[in-house]
């Protein structure tokens, strides 16, 4: 059974960072992409960033561009770690951030699945981010 354990997140300050952790595990897989995507109060969700396991390649929403950063663990090769650095904090970016994981390993398919989120294999339960100034 795939689990993907999301931490981090809580309350940080506008203009401040912090920093989201994923695990997968449960499944080795040939090829995957994981990433983020967020749901604000009242919102849709959306897609935040991705990263393709083997390429290494990632997707960012414009707004986060040259704030966010995803990164990999590949060390393991039957645990999958990713990263979201967030830097530079907006009250917009207030949100339940989701970790996700695609096992047709494109992080720009991940980016343009429509709806956001649509066909990716296997969730996390989410959890919250609060910018607060």
């Known amino acids: 059974q795939v689990q993907l354990i999301e931490s981090g997140g809580g309350l940080a300050q506008v203009g401040g960072s912090t920093k989201l952790t994923c695990t997968a595990f449960?499944?080795?897989?040939?090829?995957?992409?994981m990433g983020w995507f967020r749901q604000a109060p009242g919102k849709e969700r959306e897609f935040v960033a991705a990263?393709?396991?083997?390429?290494?390649?990632?997707?960012?929403?414009d707004s986060v561009k040259n704030r966010f950063t995803i990164s990999r663990d590949t060390a393991n090769n039957t645990v999958y770690t990713v990263f979201l650095q967030m830097d530079n904090l907006r009250p917009e970016d207030t949100a339940v951030y989701y970790c996700?994981?695609?096992?047709?390993?494109?992080?720009?398919?991940?980016?343009?699945?429509?709806?956001?989120?649509?066909?990716?294999?296997?969730w996390g339960k989410g959890t919250l981010v609060t910018v607060s100034s």
């Open positions: 449960g499944q080795t897989f040939s090829r995957l992409a």
């Open positions: 996700a994981l695609d096992t047709l390993g494109n992080a720009r398919a991940m980016g343009i699945s429509y709806p956001p989120g649509h066909g990716m294999d296997f």
């Open positions: 990263v393709g396991w083997s390429d290494g390649k990632t997707d960012y929403l």
